[in-house]
Structures are given as structure tokens and as C-alpha cells.
């Protein structure tokens, strides 16, 4: 079983530069989120999304665009990047809408420049 | 944003101490999930509490829910070196759709 997948593992940009963080589950869970975690700072949400067609904000959402048009993918577009949104990056999947357990993919860590 | 605070931010102990760490906050919670991430991964869920005064084991591992439901503990028997990593709790939103973590205690037992 795959669970949760985030391509790259890796990224650099350069301020300005645009790019799409992949994540899919293979588990048929509802619920998809993002995170971002920051030294000192923990994990904090940026979007989610309790279905195909259905996304909204968490508690960090500026310079981050999202869509569900599936239930398996769940894309996080950076439009704009800046050098503030040099984080680890983890998306996360739980099968029902509420108070449930989330599984984790591994992580991208991006550095802009 | 409900907040959650955990102490300490960082331990570090030897191989067969043991070791409590804390999650608190002021909100009253339906339930409360203990994570541990290890470097390079996501974080993996290791207990959730649900009812005030619940304490739930994992083998060394000792999870207690506070009775008022604002806070919990972790306490680690005989640590190891395998328990090395980053402990998180996390809470629901009153909305229970945004799941929200504090920011974690990071823990390294060395042998």
C-alpha cells in the first residue's frame, strides 16, 4: 500500500517562480489537508479539503492556491514563491470528515531562494 | 486557533531514564492525539484520548487525558534510543475539520 505520496522530496526556486506540490492517496479517505512545519513553529494547516470539489482555509493559507477535483489528488500551487515560504511541506489524508486519525506523506522540503 | 502548549521544547537523556512530557491548554477537547515523527518523515499517530481521566499504554509508552479534558501527558519508561524523535500533540477545531498540532517536544535518548 502507497498511502500517502508527495512529489519532489526536494525543491528550489527562485523568488517570483511558481510551482505545484504533488500529493495522492490511494486509501479512498475524504479528508485532505496541508501543512507547512517551521522551526519553532510546529505544523500549521494551510488547506484542506473534505471532498472532491470542497476546499477551505486553515490557519496559514496566504500564497498557497488549492483545488480537489478527485478524491485521490490534492494539488498545493504556489503562484508566486518567496523566500517565506521556505518550509517542509506535508500533506496529510484521514478517511472520514471529523476526529479522525490523519496519515502523513514523507514530505517536501523546499527552499526558495 | 486553539492552542496548544507543550513542555518541554527539548530532552535529553540517557538509555533507561524515564520521562514525562506535557500538552496544556485553556480549551476543553473532545479528544487529543499523540503523533511522533521521526526525521525526514511525516508524523504517525500513536494514541488518541477521548474520555477525561483516560490513560491508554503502548508498551512503554503511557498516555493520560487531564479530567478536565484541557490537557494530557506522555511518560516514557525505561527510554531507548529507538524512541529518539519529535512528540506532537494535536487537537480538533471546534469545527472538527482543521486539525491542529502544538509545537512539539523533541526528545533524544542517546545509549
Known amino acids: 500500500n502507497a498511502g500517502v505520496t508527495q512529489t519532489p522530496k526536494f525543491q528550489v526556486l527562485k523568488t517570483g517562480q511558481s510551482m505545484t506540490l504533488q500529493c495522492a492517496q490511494d486509501m479512498n479517505h475524504e479528508y485532505m489537508s496541508w501543512y507547512r512545519q517551521d522551526p519553532g513553529m510546529g505544523l500549521r494547516l494551510i488547506h484542506y479539503?473534505?471532498?472532491?470539489?470542497?476546499?477551505d482555509q486553515g490557519e496559514v493559507p496566504n500564497g498557497y492556491n488549492v483545488s480537489r477535483s478527485t478524491t485521490e489528488d490534492f494539488p498545493l500551487r504556489l503562484l508566486s514563491a518567496a523566500p517565506s515560504q521556505t518550509s517542509v511541506y506535508f500533506c496529510a489524508s484521514s478517511y472520514s470528515l471529523t476526529n479522525e486519525k490523519l496519515f502523513f506523506g514523507s514530505g517536501t522540503q523546499l527552499s526558495v531562494l | 486557533t486553539q492552542l496548544l502548549e507543550q513542555s518541554p521544547q527539548f530532552l535529553s537523556i540517557q538509555e533507561g531514564e524515564n520521562l514525562t512530557v506535557y500538552c496544556n491548554s485553556s480549551?476543553?477537547?473532545?479528544?487529543l492525539q499523540w503523533y511522533r515523527q521521526e526525521p525526514g518523515e511525516g508524523p504517525v499517530l500513536l494514541v488518541t484520548?477521548?474520555?477525561?481521566?483516560e490513560v491508554k499504554k503502548l508498551k512503554r509508552l503511557t498516555f493520560q487525558f487531564g479530567d478536565a479534558r484541557k490537557d494530557s501527558s506522555l511518560h516514557i519508561t525505561a527510554a531507548q534510543p529507538g524512541d529518539t524523535g519529535l512528540y506532537l500533540c494535536?487537537?480538533?477545531?471546534?469545527?472538527?475539520?482543521?486539525?491542529?498540532f502544538g509545537k512539539g517536544t523533541s526528545l533524544l535518548v542517546t545509549p
Open positions: 494535536a487537537a480538533y477545531s471546534n469545527s472538527g475539520y482543521a486539525l491542529n
Open positions: 484520548v477521548v474520555t477525561g481521566g
Open positions: 480549551s476543553v477537547f473532545s479528544s
Open positions: 479539503s473534505v471532498g472532491a470539489g470542497i476546499t
